[in-house]
């Protein structure tokens, strides 16, 4: 399995987005350009990632057609392996990645994929770990001038900021008030 491919920032994406809908690699671009402007993909990454995620037999090519005057384009379809492996990176990342990350916020867009009783854990343990963060952070020696401790500042309030709408976030899921497509009732 080329781990090149599993790693790059594009992979989740590009998974998420053959889970919504098949489509090629030009397609692709257009949607990952569109829906997630920080990541800057070109057609060409995208074509070589995607043979690389066939290669992992995460996506299936099929055959390529010919629209119009075009050149033959392969469409791509997430294979079942594909849709064990994104669960498993959404699921990793949610609890994982480090505060404020961009992995974060891709994995966020298909959390719906986990159920709600594991991405209710995910999000819990995510929570407790930015809220043991925002005490360590707290710790820190008030002796120094707040001008040269101003980032500490700063970055307990993002922690803050993501540790609170982390709890509203599971509590939603928790109690129901948030519609979760695909979970049968308990």
């Known amino acids: ?36 402007r920080h990541l800057h993909a070109s057609r060409s990454s995208i074509t070589t990632l995607a043979k690389s995620l066939a290669d992992a037999d995460l996506i299936a090519p099929r055959a390529p057609e010919r629209a119009g005057n075009r050149p033959p384009r392969t469409v791509y379809d997430l294979t079942e392996v594909g849709v064990t492996h994104l669960r498993q990176r959404i699921e990793e990342i949610i609890r994982t990645a480090p505060a404020m990350n961009t992995d974060f916020v891709t994995a966020l867009a298909y959390i719906g994929l986990l159920g709600k009783r594991l991405a209710g854990d995910a999000v ?42 982390l709890e ?11 519609e979760w497509i695909g979970d049968k009732p308990e």
């Open 124 to 165: 819990d343990e995510r929570a407790s770990r930015i809220r043991q963060e925002i005490g360590a952070l707290k710790e820190v020696p008030t002796a120094i001038a707040e001008i040269k401790m101003i980032e500490v500042d700063y970055w307990l309030r993002m922690l803050t900021s993501e540790a609170i709408w």
């Open 168 to 178: 509203e976030f599971g509590a939603r899921i928790e109690t129901g008030r948030i």
């Open 1 to 36: 399995m080329p781990t090149n491919a599993l790693h790059s920032k594009l992979s989740l994406p590009i998974l998420g987005l053959l889970l919504e809908q098949a489509d090629h690699p030009y397609g692709l671009t257009s949607r990952l350009n569109d829906r997630y």
